[in-house]
């Protein structure tokens, strides 16, 4: 029961944080933190690549059903359809997607080059903590920023490529792609609308792209009946909740209300500073003695999900800086296999 719960209330906390601006992957450490602490036990890493890529579908699902209508038009303008409104139309359609590929392409180097400091990072619980501030002091910037008037056909290709630069931050622990992309949104004169929808519709290729790339990298026999419908339950509860978080996040921000957040991640942003500058007896990545009499490497970057066993923990297998998922049992050996990590599926973070 304790591994379905804690499946269940981290696909709550993916899908709630997801959108809003205020770090999906911030949440889910401290949350992953006190499931540990609450436990006893000490997060190591585990093979939980299935879990991470489904719940960023779950949430990637999310934004198709709340832009279904426009999904829908946008496809028929596509395919020649001469009865949609000119902003749906091919030209159109085809521009808003070099837009989105534009935004994109920053997100390369981080894939490629800038992996192994990212990683690094989340090794640390007081860079989440200045992440956060990070966080909170763009949200707060936001209140010096006129309405624009920017939709689709004004934005240039320079526009385009700020946003996704902003993107290219959304890896580190902490910090809130939504709330970056919306902000250098606004600041680059979007309307108050196609910022948000900008900001979701460049997720798509990166969540979209980065899950297919993972899963072919999926070992079907770290897998079990009851961690596929842990994941499966999971990703469902993720997308509903990002659903509604959506809708919230398109109030907050045509309320012109997206800096409130901030005083909450400032907020937070000390507690888990604090709380990271406290001393910890075997934090520093000493091997330790399980329960069980077995050696174990202690680490404060947990990744760890629901589990009956010490030592398990979600997002991917075994490198630093994974974010926690459900794991079963079966899946012991896969703690001691080398992989890699949905970096880039960050990007909503």
Same mark, same amino acid.
Do not use: C, H
């Given at each position: 029961m304790t591994a379905w719960l804690e499946a269940l209330v981290l696909g709550l906390v993916q899908g709630l944080t997801e959108f809003l601006p205020v770090s999906s992957d911030g949440h889910l450490k401290i949350t992953q933190d006190i499931f540990d602490y609450v436990r006893n036990r000490t997060s190591v890493g585990a093979d939980n690549l299935f879990f991470d890529v489904m719940l960023h579908l779950g949430t990637l699902a999310a934004i198709v059903l709340h832009h279904r209508a426009v999904v829908k038009t946008g496809v028929r303008g596509l395919f020649g359809s001469t009865t949609v409104a000119p902003a749906y139309q091919r030209a159109s359609v085809i521009r808003v997607g070099l837009l989105a590929f534009v935004a994109t392409l920053p997100l390369v180097p981080d894939a490629l080059y800038f992996k192994p400091l990212i990683e690094q990072a989340f090794e640390s619980l007081k860079a989440t903590g200045v992440g956060f501030l990070i966080t909170a002091t763009v949200l707060a910037l936001t209140l010096r920023?006129?309405?624009?008037?920017?939709?689709?056909?004004?934005?240039?290709?320079?526009?385009?490529?700020?946003?996704?630069?902003?993107?290219?931050?959304? /890896?580190?622990?902490?910090?809130?792609?939504?709330?970056?992309?919306?902000? $250098?949104?606004? *600041?680059m004169?979007? %309307? #108050?609308?196609?910022?948000?929808?900008?900001?979701?519709?460049?997720?798509?290729?990166?969540?979209?792209?980065?899950?297919?790339?993972?899963?072919?990298k999926l070992d079907p026999n770290t897998l079990s009946s009851e961690r596929i419908a842990q994941t499966v339950s999971a990703a469902i509860v993720a997308?509903?909740?990002?659903?509604?978080?959506?809708?919230?996040?398109?109030?907050?921000?045509?309320?012109?209300?997206?800096?409130?957040?901030?005083?909450?991640?400032?907020?937070?942003?000390?507690?888990?500073?604090?709380?990271?500058?406290?001393?910890?007896?075997?934090?520093?990545?000493?091997?330790?003695?399980?329960p069980d009499g077995s050696s174990r490497r202690s680490t404060s970057r947990s990744?760890?999900?629901p589990a009956d066993r010490p030592g398990n923990t979600?997002?991917?297998?075994?490198? /630093?800086?994974?974010?926690?998922?459900?794991?079963?049992?079966?899946?012991? $050996?896969?703690? *001691?296999?080398?992989? %890699? #990590?949905?970096?880039?599926?960050?990007t909503l973070a």
């Open positions: 920023f006129k309405e624009g008037t920017k939709g689709p056909r004004e934005t240039l290709w320079i526009d385009a490529l700020m946003v996704g630069m902003a993107q290219a931050f959304a /890896p580190l622990p902490g910090v809130s792609r939504s709330a970056l992309t919306v902000a $250098t949104a606004l *600041a004169g979007f %309307s #108050r609308s196609w910022a948000v929808g900008f900001s979701l519709l460049i997720a798509v290729p990166a969540i979209s792209g980065v899950a297919v790339f993972e899963l072919k997308g509903i909740v990002g659903y509604m978080a959506i809708i919230w996040l398109v109030k907050i921000v045509r309320n012109g209300r997206l800096w409130y957040f901030s005083v909450y991640l400032v907020i937070l942003g000390a507690v888990v500073l604090g709380i990271g500058s406290m001393p910890r007896g075997s934090g520093d990545g000493t091997p330790s003695v399980a990744s760890a999900g979600l997002d991917r297998p075994l490198s /630093p800086g994974r974010r926690a998922g459900p794991r079963s049992a079966d899946a012991t $050996t896969g703690a *001691a296999r080398a992989s %890699s #990590r949905l970096d880039l599926a960050r």
